[in-house]
């Protein structure tokens, strides 16, 4: 009987580790910074998902303050519309626009429209790259953005990047329609880090 229930737990183990084999090592794998054989194939299958959604929860930290929430963003081309609720100490904030300009909502008696690049430091008092967010968040640099250093892990996937004056580490990658994307994103720059865990990604 203990040898059948060994037998059990084994089969169980491997079959557990069947179903995550996409799921890709994070902190302690090597990183190399020679780009990978495949890494312009799977640049451009990452290019061509332009259709997307994703939830999960947000963390941002700054030097005054830190806060945690949650994230819904769809992403349609170049028009975005991203639901944050619980942190930046607001109940809730909508951010809605494309690549130009972006309106930061908190109620119905409390907007404004800043150009996109400008928004967050004019509105929150510090600056993040929401252009280049939607990038990093694929596990890819920003184009027409000067890249600093980026470090791939061992299954070729973009693990460290830096770019913008951000350190983004990109983490916990899962296979999505045939194209693995990272679940986790870190981003620290001059004592502000934001952090994204995703639960789901969807696309249309």
């Not at 941002?60 to 942190?87: E, H, L, M």
Request: glycine residues 6%; hydrophobic residues 40%; negative net charge.
């Amino acid at each position: 009987m203990t040898r059948l229930l060994s037998i059990v737990m084994i089969a169980l183990l491997m079959l557990q580790g069947c179903s995550t084999l996409h799921d890709m090592p994070t902190q302690t794998e090597p990183l190399s910074t020679q780009t990978p054989s495949h890494w312009a194939q799977h640049l451009d299958a990452i290019q061509q998902l332009n259709d997307w959604k994703i939830s999960g929860k947000v963390g941002v930290v700054t030097p005054k303050q830190s806060q945690t929430g949650y994230i819904d963003w769809q992403q349609q081309s170049a028009v975005f519309d991203i639901n944050i609720r619980g942190t930046l100490g607001f109940g809730g904030l909508d951010l809605s626009g494309d690549q130009d300009w972006v309106t930061i909502k908190v109620d119905e008696n409390n907007q404004r429209t800043l150009p996109t690049d400008i928004a967050l430091e004019r509105y929150l008092d510090w600056e993040f790259p929401i252009n280049s967010l939607k990038f990093w968040i694929k596990g890819i640099p920003a184009p027409n953005q000067t890249v600093q250093s980026q470090q791939f892990n061992q299954h070729g996937l973009l693990s460290r990047l830096i770019q913008q004056g951000w350190d983004i580490r990109l983490l916990n990658y899962e296979k999505h329609n045939d194209v693995f994307l990272p679940h986790k994103i870190i981003a620290r720059s001059n004592g502000y880090k934001v952090s994204l865990v995703l639960s789901d990604w969807a696309f249309q």
